[in-house]
């Protein structure tokens, strides 16, 4: 029986949950030896996951499951993953992305090089009215993603390895502000920082699937943004796959259980259309069997405090 875990806000704070069938079951429940350590967040979980999917695996399949503590369709998730060492990026990813968003109909793979970023541990939230607009920008993009959980640390990892470090996967959305990040006010007129570094820009849940249960290579992407369709891919587009990705990244740094690693974004984001987010818009990113990962665009009651570019330059020339 397949399952997933994932973190739910209740009455008495963050509850970690087991999900299987529809239902949810408290894991101090169902696996009391493994519920302490993640009261509040799953990184610790991850930290012994050969051990912990094993004592999951086994009150499963022993049957007389606890009582439930409510139903995926009513809980309120939260971001699985609240405090990871990494968070990490794969950008230009998808064969589709770069044919159809940029016009690029001819990608040597061998001739590049795998494009990376990071986001900060601000940038994760969970489903909901959780994405704050970032008020510094006038261009807010969507990207749905495909984001592997890592499960035992690992530093240059052989590429025969690579998928033993994999944990789970859930969805993310890697939202970006395409004014920054194309900023000309940059020397490079670049900025990935500003761009897709700021608060609330990863959300990421419902809920972790554990890998054995997920074939990366054979997963459909489907976005919808107030219930339009705007990105329909699949997997298969990817340029370099999950096991490439971890081997090539943990060249550069060492991966730890609970890292996030969003694995690049298929074609129809809003950015080739000049389509874009705005306060109100519902996103509904949906991956394979992962779930759908349903976010609202609220404004930020901070937004009133926004040092922007246009105030910049009205007090240089002022």
């Given at each position: 029986?397949?399952?997933?875990?994932?973190?739910?806000?209740?009455?008495?704070?963050?509850?970690?949950?087991?999900?299987?069938?529809?239902?949810?079951?408290?894991?101090?429940?169902?696996?009391?030896?493994?519920?302490?350590?993640?009261?509040?967040?799953?990184?610790?979980?991850?930290?012994?996951?050969?051990?912990?999917?094993?004592?999951?695996?086994?009150?499963?399949?022993?049957?007389?499951?606890?009582?439930?503590?409510?139903?995926?369709?009513?809980?309120?998730?939260?971001?699985?993953?609240?405090?990871?060492?990494?968070?990490?990026?794969?950008?230009?990813?998808?064969?589709?992305?770069?044919?159809?968003?940029?016009?690029?109909?001819?990608?040597?793979?061998?001739?590049?090089?795998?494009?990376?970023?990071?986001?900060?541990?601000?940038?994760?939230?969970?489903?909901?009215?959780?994405?704050?607009?970032?008020?510094?920008?006038?261009?807010?993009?969507?990207?749905?993603?495909?984001?592997?959980?890592?499960?035992?640390?690992?530093?240059?990892?052989?590429?025969?390895?690579?998928?033993?470090?994999?944990?789970?996967?859930?969805?993310?959305?890697?939202?970006?502000?395409?004014?920054?990040?194309?900023?000309?006010?940059?020397?490079?007129?670049?900025?990935?920082?500003?761009?897709?570094?700021?608060?609330?820009?990863?959300?990421?849940?419902?809920?972790?699937?554990?890998?054995?249960?997920?074939?990366?290579?054979?997963?459909?992407?489907?976005?919808?943004?107030?219930?339009?369709?705007?990105?329909?891919?699949?997997?298969?587009?990817?340029?370099?796959?999950?096991?490439?990705?971890?081997?090539?990244?943990?060249?550069?740094?060492?991966?730890?259980?609970?890292?996030l690693l969003f694995t690049g974004s298929p074609a129809g984001v809003g950015h080739a259309s000049g389509t874009y987010l705005h306060v109100g818009d519902r996103i509904e990113?949906?991956?394979?069997?992962?779930?759908?990962?349903?976010?609202?665009?609220?404004?930020?009651?901070?937004?009133?405090?926004?040092?922007?570019?246009?105030?910049?330059?009205?007090?240089?020339?002022?």
């Open positions: 029986m397949t399952y997933a875990v994932a973190l739910i806000g209740t009455s008495s704070g963050p509850c970690a949950v087991v999900e299987t069938g529809g239902s949810l079951y408290a894991l101090s429940d169902l696996a009391p030896q493994l519920a302490m350590a993640a009261a509040s967040d799953l990184v610790p979980l991850f930290e012994n996951w050969d051990e912990a999917s094993q004592g999951l695996d086994a009150a499963i399949a022993r049957g007389g499951l606890p009582a439930p503590v409510g139903n995926a369709a009513d809980a309120r998730f939260l971001a699985p993953i609240q405090r990871p060492a990494n968070v990490i990026c794969a950008g230009s990813n998808y064969y589709d992305h770069l044919a159809k968003d940029f016009g690029i109909t001819s990608f040597d793979k061998a001739a590049n090089d795998i494009l990376y970023f990071t986001k900060q541990a601000g940038s994760l939230v969970g489903p909901g009215k959780t994405v704050r607009y970032p008020s510094q920008s006038v261009a807010f993009d969507w990207e749905i993603e495909l984001v592997v959980v890592i499960g035992r640390t690992g530093r240059r990892i052989p590429l025969a390895d690579a998928m033993a470090h994999v944990a789970g996967y859930t969805i993310g959305l890697d939202l970006t502000a395409r004014d920054l990040q194309f900023n000309k006010r940059q020397r490079r007129q670049f900025d990935l920082f500003g761009g897709k570094g700021f608060d609330d820009s990863a959300p990421v849940g419902p809920k972790i699937v554990p890998g054995r249960f997920v074939d990366p290579d054979d997963l459909a992407l489907k976005l919808r943004v107030n219930g339009e369709t705007k990105q329909d891919s699949h997997t298969r587009e990817m340029i370099w796959t999950v096991p490439e990705l971890i081997a090539d990244v943990s060249q550069h740094v060492t991966l730890r259980p609970g890292d990113a949906e991956i394979g069997d992962l779930g759908t990962l349903g976010v609202e665009i609220v404004e930020d009651p901070d937004s009133h405090r926004v040092w922007n570019r246009q105030q910049l330059l009205a007090a240089e020339q002022g």
